[in-house]
């Protein structure tokens, strides 16, 4: 039997209305049959949409961070760390839609040879981990720093004296390109620090996982999780705060006030009226600062605001954590119970054990899996909610100069519509039209062309990406790609299953996040800010969850997600929460809607959809 | 309440293995088993003391002195015509009101606990030295008439000739009182076999379950195809679930003792026999059985329908599981120096998960 592949990358046609869209993404990421050889390569290819950074399709800005993390994860594996059998994930856009591809070493001589540089670099790290992460935090915090500290304002209609009388001999304009300049670097530079330890920490993890396995067939991957899962998780922070900001109303008497149903503006207006409610401002500005710098979604969009960005949001979660102290519920993570939790787990492993050299790979295992996953699990809030959400901040300052000049239209949406050179450009054309005395070109050429790129956007976002193109291989090994996105074969051939039948699919197959069967009405929610429609006991269906979703966990009754693998952040808060939980079903948000009552099973992985709401 | 030796019942939760000078061997095996935490048949024992004070009251014991007395040597013969008289004396004689009434008090709350009037319980003799199969038990008994007059049974079952030879044999009296068990019989809605450990490779890590409905004679002979279920030891969270055929039940004949089979209707065949919660208990009870013991163990079990859960769940029977156990244990990682050497040559193999 011819072994069943999906669509060539080639051959999916371009959606009508959007000829020419590929001049929104940088020309390498196209699909192309320019180059043979090149052609043939990408035929060949398992290409995966990689849904769990990227729900939504690309927008011409934003796709940085994608090229940033090609960069940088790549380079890590083929020239740094010298992984020996694999080189980088190659990435590539369709319609919007980023795709991307783990690129392995055929040639065994090759492997060998790559064997002892990997024995020395990654020996290095793993042996002086500790001291290089503590290197690592001072280097990134200084980074943002630096971020904090840049930032973009018009063009003057006349340089400042002190031009002359301190004879710096520069001018505005040169200083504002540079510094666009600076603020691009810093942005690489950051997804530079954000690989030195994480293809390491996943090498360590995967063989954790597949030694235990070894040991003991068929041990569930959120079991494994939890023997390693640190307690004082640097994400769990933020959601931390909202429960003292919380505690603190109800401790001082002004839960009362803090509930009331005001926007937070005025609200905090209302609190600043009364000493009790001063404190407990003065409190929420402790907190704001790094921890409200936490992304309401993934942290890769620059629609992902920060709390720091819209109070609302984390006014919302702190009402709701008041009410669920009311109702005497338990709100947070039960710290106590999961320390516990997990010494019980380990130790009754331990004793399962029945061979010395057993025992001794699993100590190993363990070791180095518990040395590894702060890093894991902790990276993300630096890079991509604390850093991410200062400098969508700083494009932002950018996108007013722009409207002030007659660029584009609206700061807040239409910067986003320009790739990054771009941007470089249009500060030119405005830096020189300044210096000049001329007007720019920029305010006749950019409206139109955003008022078309954004009708193509428009258009990407009805399309619905096929999760996968190209040829399945006979087993996906790539370590990041089974255990953050995870794509395995069994994962692959559900998919392609899901090619094959009508929209009235009913069973999804999704990978086991968190154990348990629960049975309720699905909610489906697209974004945090949809978050107060969730009722007790439903069962949330998203694309992805990320740490701003916190407060839903303590209602729901499970999880589904579009995409992520056993580490992805549902999986691992679900497992926290003991909610039963099944993450990459590829296509949960499309298939179920909310009120359906479905039923989860998350040792299985099987979403079953029991009872359709009434259309 | 009376001290514990004077006691005429004994709840088996009351008693433990040190407790079988008061009701016998096999009464004191089921509490001590239960204060492990392994959940029986919930019963009673009717103690040693109360056989004595039964025939002291009734004047048996006298009139067997005196019969044994005048039959004089003791040859098969004697021991035959011994056995017919104290047997016949035993099931004539009226149980003295306070003990008959401490029996059918303990009975009462039986079957308050089972939710049903006359439940049936087994009425199991239990001797306070090993007599393996020698005495009487019966199945199946029900109402406070029949229990009283099977409790005599029983008792009387001391004195079949079997008994009196062998413990003849073991210089032992020819008096001879014993315990006598009052479990509730299990009505199970479904039954099966635990093992405590992965049957198929052996793996310690997880406990393999086999659960079907009806008697436990449908899943041990293999008349049908069990739901199977395959668990984590440590956590209990179910890696693996087999929806089994089971087609067809064993269930005992409607008032009788002896096992049919019958149909399990369609819809019943096709969704699990049991639920998320007793899989989980039943799991948990396997772990005590098999720390208890010190190894892997074969558990018989039955879920009771007049009992509610947890206390539902009961364990049948135990015995060590018999083929992985006897073999030797390899280890099944590879030997490595260090962590490194671990992490390479995952790298090299490639990741293969589920």
Redesign the interface.
């Known amino acids: 039997m011819a072994k069943k592949t999906f669509m060539d990358p080639h051959d999916v046609p371009t959606i009508p209305g959007t000829e020419g869209w590929e001049k929104l993404y940088p020309y390498q990421y196209q699909f192309s049959n320019d180059d043979p050889e090149r052609a043939a390569f990408e035929s060949s290819q398992i290409w995966y949409y990689d849904g769990l950074h990227y729900p939504e399709p690309h927008f011409p800005f934003d796709i940085m961070w994608d090229e940033a993390w090609s960069l940088a994860l790549s380079q890590y594996n083929t020239r740094h760390i010298i992984?020996?059998?694999?080189m980088g994930i190659d990435h590539r856009i369709v319609n919007g839609y980023v795709y991307i591809t783990p690129v392995g070493i055929a040639d065994p001589e090759v492997?060998q040879k790559r064997?002892p540089l990997?024995?020395e670099r990654?020996?290095y790290y793993?042996k002086n981990w500790d001291k290089l992460y503590e290197n690592w935090e001072k280097k990134v915090k200084a980074l943002i720093g630096e971020l904090e500290a840049i930032n973009f304002t018009d063009l003057p209609e006349i340089e400042d004296i002190s031009v002359v009388t301190e004879g710096k001999g520069v001018g505005s304009g040169y200083l504002l390109l540079k510094k666009y300049d600076d603020l691009i670097n810093m942005g690489l530079l950051n997804w530079q620090y954000h690989f030195e330890f994480l293809n390491l920490g996943y090498?360590?993890y995967?063989?954790f996982?597949?030694?235990c396995?070894?040991?003991?067939?068929?041990?569930?991957?959120?079991?494994l999780t939890?023997m390693v899962s640190g307690i004082d998780v640097v994400m769990y922070r933020p959601d931390a705060e909202l429960i003292r900001l919380a505690k603190l109303a109800l401790d001082t008497g002004i839960d009362q006030l803090v509930l009331k149903p005001l926007k937070s503006a005025e609200l905090m207006n209302e609190l600043a009226k009364i000493p009790a409610g001063k404190e407990w401002l003065a409190e929420l500005e402790k907190s704001r600062y790094p921890w409200f710098h936490i992304s309401t979604g993934t942290g890769w969009y620059h629609h992902h605001i920060s709390w720091n960005d819209n109070l609302d949001i984390p006014f919302d979660s702190i009402k709701m954590h008041i009410n669920s102290i009311k109702e005497g519920k338990e709100v947070g993570r039960p710290t106590e119970k999961l320390i516990k939790e997990r010494d019980k787990?380990v130790e009754?492993?331990r004793k399962?054990i029945?061979?010395?050299?057993?025992r001794?790979?699993f100590e190993?295992?363990l070791?180095?899996a518990r040395t590894v996953f702060p890093y894991v699990e902790d990276h993300l809030f630096y890079i991509e909610h604390w850093f991410h959400s200062i400098f969508w901040g700083k494009i932002r300052q950018i996108g007013q100069i722009l409207q002030n000049a007659g660029f584009i239209e609206n700061a807040n949406e239409d910067i986003w519509f320009m790739r990054r050179d771009e941007i470089k450009q249009a500060l030119w054309d405005y830096s020189t039209a300044w210096a000049t005395g001329v007007k720019a070109r920029g305010p006749s050429y950019w409206p139109k062309q955003i008022t078309w790129r954004k009708g193509v956007y428009e258009k990407f976002k009805e399309w619905s990406p096929p999760p996968a193109l190209g040829v399945p291989p006979d087993?996906?090994?790539?370590?990041f790609t089974?255990v953050l996105w995870g794509v395995?074969?069994?994962v692959l051939s559900e998919w392609l299953k899901g090619d094959d039948a009508g929209g009235d699919q009913n069973i999804l197959k999704g990978s086991p996040g968190s154990?348990?069967?629960v049975e309720g009405r699905a909610r489906v929610l697209k974004n945090v800010e949809e978050l107060a429609d969730l009722k007790e006991g439903e069962i949330l269906v998203a694309t992805t969850t990320s740490p701003s979703w916190a407060p839903a966990f303590v209602k729901i009754a499970g999880a589904i997600t579009d995409v992520g693998g056993p580490m992805c952040h549902a999986a691992i808060v679900c497992r926290e929460y003991g909610l039963p939980t099944v993450v990459g079903t590829g296509k949960g948000t499309r298939l179920i809607k909310t009120g359906d009552l479905i039923r989860l099973d998350g040792?299985?992985g099987i979403v079953e959809i029991l009872e359709r709401v009434n259309k | 309440m009376a001290d514990k030796t004077e006691r005429f019942t004994l709840w088996y939760e009351e008693t433990d293995g040190k407790d079988f000078p008061l009701v016998g061997k096999k009464n004191a095996n089921l509490g001590e088993m239960i204060k492990a935490g392994i959940r029986t048949s919930p019963g009673f024992s009717i103690t040693i003391a109360a056989n004595e004070k039964f025939i002291v009251d009734t004047g048996i014991k006298e009139k067997i002195r005196k019969y044994l007395e005048e039959l004089g040597q003791v040859t098969y013969e004697t021991t035959k015509k011994a056995s017919g008289f104290a047997m016949s004396l035993i099931e004539s004689a009226t149980i003295p009101a306070e003990i008959a009434d401490d029996i059918l008090a303990d009975y009462k709350k039986l079957c308050e606990l089972s939710r049903t009037d006359n439940i049936p319980v087994a009425v199991r003799s239990s001797g306070a030295i090993s007599m393996p199969g020698q005495m009487e038990t019966y199945l199946n008994i029900r109402g406070n008439k029949d229990l009283i007059e099977y409790v005599k049974k029983c008792w009387a079952s001391a004195y079949n000739v079997e008994a009196i030879m062998y413990r003849a044999n073991k210089g032992v009296g020819f008096l001879f009182n014993i315990g006598v068990g009052i479990p509730k019989m299990v009505n199970s809605r479904v039954s099966g076999v635990i093992f405590t450990l992965?049957t198929l490779?052996g793996?310690?890590?997880?406990i393999s379950l086999d659960v079907s409905y009806g008697l436990g004679e449908a899943v041990v002979s293999g008349l049908v195809t069990p739901d199977s279920f395959?668990v984590?030891?440590?956590?209990l969270?179910?890696?693996?679930?087999t929806i089994g055929s089971k087609e067809t039940q064993c269930v005992y004949r409607e008032g009788g003792s002896d096992i049919v089979q019958a149909e399990v209707p369609k819809d019943q065949q096709e969704k699990l026999s049991v639920s998320?919660d007793e899989v989980q208990e039943l799991c948990r009870l396997g772990k005590v059985i098999e720390e208890y013991y010190g190894k892997h163990y074969d558990i018989e079990f039955g879920i009771d329908a007049d009992l509610t859960f947890p206390g539902s769940v009961i364990i049948l029977q135990v015995r060590p599981e018999s083929i992985w156990n006897k073999k030797e244990?390899?280890?099944?990682?590879?030997?490595?120096s260090?962590?490194?050497e671990?992490?390479?040559s995952?790298?090299?193999t490639?990741?293969?998960?589920?």
């Open positions: 992984i020996p059998p694999a492997i064997i990997f024995m990654a020996g793993y090498a360590a995967v063989t996982i597949n030694t396995n070894q040991i003991f067939p068929g041990v569930p991957i959120a079991t939890k787990i009754e492993y399962l029945k061979t010395d050299d057993d001794e790979a190993q295992v070791g180095v087993v996906v090994t790539e370590p089974i395995t074969t069994d154990s348990g069967v040792d299985t | 992965n490779n793996d310690p890590s997880k395959l984590d030891k440590v956590t969270d179910i890696v693996k679930t998320l244990v390899t280890a099944r990682t590879e030997k490595k260090d962590p490194m671990r992490i390479l995952q790298l090299l490639g990741v293969r998960m589920k």
